[in-house]
């Protein structure tokens, strides 16, 4: 079991910055990678950044390649996506979530956990 709460959302204008935080607990150290995803009203979820757990490797989506970066603490068991020059089409909620099983790190049905989410509102 892996529990994941995501906070650090909030309102920005268009071009500033957040980050995001995803505090993990339970077994996270035996999943084989953490996203990022979001999902704004009456679209389908969209696959952000996802990081492997032990061996680091990063991938982001085309819309958010060169803006946004995602990193992991050991030491707290937290993943953070920092967000940089955003953009109104931005404004989703944003879920973490883990993989227990190896496969594309980019697909949302790999993931068995999710957290709950936290709004990210970018302004014109």
């Known amino acids: 079991q892996v529990q994941l709460v995501e906070s650090g959302g909030g309102l920005v204008q268009t071009g500033g910055s957040l980050t995001l935080s995803c505090e993990t607990s339970?077994?996270?150290?035996?999943?084989?990678?953490v996203g990022w995803f979001r999902q704004d009203q009456g679209k389908e979820r969209e696959f952000v950044a996802a990081?492997?757990?032990?061996?680091?490797?990063?991938t982001f989506s085309d819309s958010v390649k060169g803006r946004f970066t995602i990193s992991r603490d050991n030491a707290k068991n937290t993943v953070y996506l920092q967000m940089a020059n955003l953009k109104p089409e931005d404004t989703a909620v944003y879920y973490c979530?883990?993989?227990?099983?190896?496969?594309?790190?980019?697909?949302?049905?790999?993931?068995?956990?999710w957290g709950q989410g936290t709004q990210v509102t970018v302004s014109s």
């Open positions: 990081l492997t757990w032990r061996g680091l490797y990063t």
């Open positions: 339970g077994r996270i150290f035996n999943s084989y990678a």
């Open positions: 979530a883990a993989a227990m099983n190896s496969g594309t790190i980019s697909f949302p049905d790999l993931y068995n956990y």
